[in-house]
């Protein structure tokens, strides 16, 4: 008969796992906390207002810039010539800003891109903005690289884009300026090239077009990039769970097979979450710098996407194979759990169809967002609280499947004073080390909930000034992606089928335990594939 | 009319070649430069890079090597005078470099509460024009102060932001660190620090979640520079709520003692000056003031006189293209209260 590991490992053998790992754990933690910069940067840049005299304006090859050969004199919004029509004004902004008297480029280590646009209007008494005011912006990206002559833009793309002004105002006089809410202009999934290029246009084509948002005072754009020294410390940590994911994978695997029996239930959704986390930890980044991969913010939604329904269906499996529910002559299988699997594959599900309606489209249109008109508002929202009703479901199915492990353990164990002591120890030691493990899933995913939440409590708590807040940043998420790594790389060490013969594990010099092994005799002729705690479970529930 | 230009322009440098010299002697940069920063009203240019006044060699170093530095300096001083001239219209002091109209007692001479201000005023204008300017790129030498390890580049670690930016220059222009520790400057230190940090406090945080789908599991978070109106709104109220110290002594250039400096430190929050202004209400007759109340205060007591006038304003206005405002122009008839 073969357990578990964990089932046979002794207390000091375990003590000296989890200290290990909890070395780990910490490890993670310091370098995202020591190492590493705060994941992104924010950058803010003020427009400069171009002429464009030309007559064609939908020429994409003419560019407007302020900085280097060819650039564009700032002709300022105060102080203007009515003989300027709309179409004239170019908004520019040339990504990235100059720093301590160096021409910046972007480094491909950033990684991602996303631009935020902020509209200063001034109050007008007589031009007050209307509410639910629809601004309509002609957006135009280029690219140059390191080596390219100054003037050479190369269009990147383009679009026209509507956006909601969302403006309020508290001293209503004359040059004071409407509060008004950020809008997210873009978000590039690649940041290949060196130097990038914003022009934007406010057209008027239709009479109704842009003619009740006020009067413009300026123009900012707040670009945000992942910061390269966070995307080292990541990329590194991924080079190293990797390998030893995918390592202790195939020594779980091999150990399966050297068995006799076919895997069960438990065993192969335990490959397929160690395959799920391989999956996340690939280090596919070290593409990005060699190749424009567009695609990597919605590949990386996806691998997160796959790795945590992977552990939901994981914890109802684990939760329902300790359950007795199930007759104990067939084999169980993933249909049995197929309703409490249905909330983890809508919730799943509806967040993909979310996040293909958005950062899939912005694949082809990086102007893209779903939330400008009013059906694709409602529709995303529709999506994403399918997904936190499917949640609140699969929530409510985990607690009440495991709160009924614990009263069938607590309910077996009454019977346990009346077994003799090595079998009650023995057990005793099971029901012990199961509970355990309960308790470090609850850890984790109480931390992870703790680590969910806090980003979106924490708002206006955030303490610019102190950077050590910002570093804590870095390590809560270092932390929380080795914590995930340490707990699957457990699971699969603890969970891999024994070699020991179980009953020689505890102390092979009593001889008490070879007269208890007959009495474990019968029981292990009904069951002989499943693990030892859930045998013995199944053994109370037959008495 | 060219040949006066050209004898101006003589005189001018006959002038300033000695007056270079005397930049580093009894007043420290910090002061002289906010002086003549707010004094200058007119156009005049003077020669050398800075332009505005007759710089000291640090602040020439800073105008040669950026040339966009000059620019900067008069949209500061220009943003300075307007907005106080504009919140102060309907003051006793309203923002006059004389008081009372007599040349003699310009409000530089000793640290009043209106010099105090105009520290505060100015090097809130500067950090606010330097932290622009570097946003928009036309200042090339902004560092990246605020990521917070030494010696790695913007892109391992990101950029702080451009208020840091702004007071660290500004601070860097007026010569801060070397203005002193005797009675006045560290005063006149203080007040450059309320008006420094009357920027800071009207910045509005803003964040963008950008994490898991979108989610908030990744958020960054930026300061918005507001509009240099709102932090002149909290600089009147420092105006007001400015307290005065005892003099201590005037002429000498010692270091305060730990005691008063100790004693500083519980006003640190407010404007610090050292003088009575004068009795300004001989010098009110004839202004204009804006309601019953306003009146009161401004014409001291005294009345004063409504009259009726035509008062052409704009009116009807709509928005021709997307950055023109056209209006008609309208004919009322107001009342206008002006002191007796």
Redesign the interface.
């Known amino acids: 008969m073969t357990g578990t590991i964990i089932e046979n490992l002794s207390g000091r053998k375990l003590a000296v796992l989890v200290t290990f790992l909890l070395l780990c754990q910490l490890t993670c933690f310091l370098i995202g906390g020591l190492v590493a ?12 207002v171009c002429k464009d005299t030309t007559t064609v304006k939908n020429d994409t090859t003419k560019w407007f810039y ?2 280097g050969k060819g650039a564009c004199q ?1 002709i300022g ?1 105060e102080n ?1 010539h ?1 003989d ?4 004239d ?1 170019v908004f520019a902004f ?1 990504m ?7 021409i ?1 480029d ?2 491909r ?2 990684q991602n891109l ?1 631009g ?1 646009l ?1 509209i ?1 209007i001034k109050y ?4 007050e903005i209307q509410p639910r005011s629809v601004i309509t912006i002609d957006a135009r990206m280029a690219y140059r690289n390191k080596g390219d002559p100054e003037e050479q833009w190369r269009l990147y793309t383009r679009s026209v884009e509507k956006r909601n002004l969302d403006c309020d105002i508290e001293i209503k006089s004359e ?3 409407y ?1 008004c809410s ?1 809008m ?1 202009l873009f ?1 590039l999934g690649s940041l290949f090239h060196d130097y990038y290029l914003l022009n934007i246009r ?1 057209p ?1 084509e239709t009479p109704d077009m ?8 300026d123009m ?1 754009l ?1 670009v ?2 992942q ?3 966070f995307t ?1 410390v990541w990329v590194s940590l991924k080079s190293v769970f990797f390998p030893s994911i995918v390592a202790i994978l195939v020594w779980f695997w091999r150990r399966i097979h050297m068995l006799q029996r076919k895997p069960v239930l438990l065993e192969k959704m335990l490959l397929s979450l160690g395959l799920a986390l391989c999956l996340l930890n690939m280090p596919l980044e070290y593409l990005t710098l060699y190749f424009d991969l567009p695609f990597m913010l919605l590949l ?2 996806i691998r ?2 796959i790795f945590y329904s992977m552990l939901f269906s994981f914890w109802l499996v684990f939760a329902g194979e300790h359950m007795l529910i199930q007759d104990t002559s067939t084999q169980s299988s993933l249909k049995q759990y197929w309703r409490h699997l249905s909330a983890v594959a809508t919730g799943c599900a509806s ?1 993909f169809i ?2 293909m309606c ?2 899939g489209m912005q694949l082809r249109n990086p102007f893209y967002s779903i939330w400008v008109t009013d059906i694709g508002t409602n529709l995303a929202l529709t999506f994403i609280i399918l997904a936190g009703i499917s949640t609140g479901i699969y929530f409510l199915f985990l607690c009440y499947m495991i709160w009924q492990v614990f009263i069938n353990i607590s309910h077996k164990r009454q019977s346990l004073p009346t077994m003799c002591s090595v079998r009650r120890l023995h057990y005793e030691g099971i029901i012990y080390r199961f509970k355990f493990l309960m308790l470090a899933t609850l850890l984790c995913a109480a931390l992870t909930i703790i ?2 939440t806090l ?2 409590v ?3 708590q ?1 303490k ?1 000034d102190e ?1 050590i807040e ?2 804590y940043t870095s390590a809560f ?1 270092t932390g929380v992606y080795g914590m995930w790594n340490i707990y699957i790389f457990a699971l699969l060490v603890l969970y891999a089928p024994s070699h020991k013969q179980w009953p020689a594990v505890e102390d092979t010099s009593d001889t008490q335990n070879l007269s208890e092994e007959i009495e474990f005799t019968p029981l292990q002729e009904r069951s002989s594939e499943i693990s030892s705690l859930t045998s013995f479970l199944k053994k109370a529930t037959i008495d | 009319m060219r040949g006066s230009n050209v004898l101006s322009l003589l005189i001018l440098c006959a002038v300033s070649i000695p007056a270079t010299k005397n930049v580093n002697g009894s007043q420290p940069i910090l002061q002289k430069t906010i002086e003549a920063l707010f004094s200058d009203r007119s156009n005049i240019i003077y020669p050398g890079s800075c332009k505005l006044f007759i710089a000291s060699k640090r602040q020439a170093k800073i105008c040669t090597r950026e040339k966009k530095f000059f620019e900067i300096l008069t949209n500061a001083k220009k943003q300075a005078i307007s907005a106080c001239e504009e919140s102060f219209q309907y003051d006793r002091w309203n923002c006059s470099l004389i008081y009372n109209g007599k040349a003699k007692k310009r409000i530089f001479n000793k640290i009043y509460r209106e010099t105090a201000f105009i520290h505060a005023l100015l090097a809130a204008s500067l950090t606010h024009a330097v932290a622009k300017a570097c946003a928009s790129g036309e200042l090339k030498s902004c560092s990246c102060v605020g990521s917070y390890r030494k010696n790695t580049t913007w892109k391992v670690n990101g950029c702080g932001d451009d208020f840091k930016q702004g007071k660290r220059m500004m601070k860097n222009f007026l010569d801060f660190n070397h203005a002193g520790n005797d009675q006045i400057a560290e005063t006149l230190k203080q007040d450059v620090m309320i008006g420094v940090d009357s920027i800071g406090e009207q910045m509005r945080e803003v964040c963008k979640c950008h994490g898991f789908s979108g989610s908030c599991t990744t958020k960054t978070c930026w300061k918005r520079l507001g509009p240099f109106n709102s932090a002149m709104g909290l600089l009147k109220k420092h105006y007001h709520h400015a307290v005065k110290k005892k003099l201590l002594n005037y002429t000498t250039k010692r270091a305060i003692t730990p005691q008063a400096k100790k004693k500083m430190k519980s006003d640190e929050k407010y404007l610090v000056y050292l003088q009575k202004t004068p009795n300004l209400c001989v010098w009110t007759k004839g202004r204009t003031c804006k309601n019953r109340h306003n009146c009161a205060t401004l014409c001291c007591g005294r009345g004063y006189l409504t009259t009726k006038k035509n008062v052409t304003s704009r009116c009807k206005c709509r928005m021709v293209n997307c950055c023109f405002v056209e209006c008609d122009t309208c004919v009322k008839e107001a009342e206008i209260f002006t002191c007796k």
């Open positions: 910069p705060m994941p992104a940067n924010a950058q803010m840049m003020i427009a400069t302020n900085r700032n919004l203007l009515h300027l029509s709309e179409t004004f040339q990235p800003l100059p720093r301590e008297n160096m910046l972007y480094s280590w950033q996303i935020v902020q200063d007008h008494s007589l031009m040059h004071h300026l509060n950020a997210p978000e406010l008027v842009n003619s009740h948002i006020g009067h413009i005072h900012s707040i945000i990039n910061n390269g020294g080292k990386g939604d997160q996407g967040l979310f996040d958005e950062r680590g969910f980003g979106q924490a708002e206006g955030w610019w950077n910002l570093e998420f």
